[in-house]
């Protein structure tokens, strides 16, 4: 079952402008990533954070946990028409059996030149 | 550097007819390997995922089946499609933080 709940579901912003995209999930996690796909095409890992973590920083991302309401936000600064994708949320729940990672649904960025 | 392949990219079969998909991992060992659909537009449901050669774990019941007859292999397979099986598979590893991602198949069952 989808853990991840992204929102929104679509986004349209102008050029320069931040987008911030959000993610509740259900259970106990040991990390949440973010992940970005073009259309037709596999996942990139973005970024992840860590349970014990609240914010993480790489390049114009940043993200934030908070794990007493089970939400994380992925923020993109200055946002660029290259950034136009889909952004995944996953949670990672390390189980006796190894790890598995859940998805969200997806928000889809539009970024308009 | 490690990398992950997997094809082929796109596959057109027709109902009923069998089905391998291959994933092939270089430059680890030992690695975690999933296989996961993706409807069009959705996210991403697990469908199999494996610790080691001849450990696979199902997390959806249906005609597809998974195997790992080596280290760095895992192969997606169905002896009969249907064409509620048409998707994109994705086939990706892990060995501790993040996931690293196959370019993907986009299988339609016609």
């Known amino acids: 079952s989808q853990q991840g709940e992204e929102d929104p579901q679509a986004l349209s912003i102008q050029e320069g402008e931040n987008a911030t995209m959000n993610c509740s999930y259900k259970?106990?996690?040991?990390?949440l990533q973010w992940y970005r796909q073009n259309s037709g095409r596999g996942l990139v890992h973005l970024i992840l954070?860590?349970?014990?973590?609240r914010e993480k920083h790489s390049g114009r991302l940043r993200v934030t946990l908070d794990t007493s309401k089970k939400s994380s936000s992925l923020l993109i600064t200055a946002s660029r028409a290259a950034d136009t994708a889909s952004y995944f949320c996953?949670?990672?729940?390390?189980?006796?059996?190894?790890?598995?990672?859940?998805f969200g649904e997806g928000t889809q960025l539009t970024v308009n030149p | 550097s490690q990398t992950i392949h997997q094809w082929p990219a796109t596959l057109v079969q027709p109902v009923g007819s069998p089905l391998s998909l291959e994933c092939t991992v270089e430059?680890?060992?030992?690695?975690?390997l999933y296989w996961y659909r993706q409807a069009a537009g959705r996210g991403l449901q697990l469908l199999f995922y494996?610790?080691?050669?001849?450990?696979i774990s199902s997390e959806v019941p249906q005609n597809l089946s998974a195997s790992r007859p080596q280290d760095r292999q895992f192969i997606l397979s169905s002896k009969k499609l249907l064409l509620s099986d048409s998707g994109f598979y994705l086939c990706?590893?892990?060995?501790?933080?993040?996931?690293?991602f196959g370019s993907g198949t986009r299988l339609t069952v016609v």
């Open positions: 259970t106990s996690i040991n990390n």
């Open positions: 996953a949670t990672e729940a390390r189980e006796t059996s190894g790890s598995r990672l859940t």
């Open positions: 494996s610790v080691g050669i001849g450990q």
């Open positions: 954070i860590r349970s014990n973590e």
């Open positions: 430059g680890t060992s030992n690695p975690n």
């Open positions: 990706a590893w892990s060995r501790g933080d993040g996931y690293t």
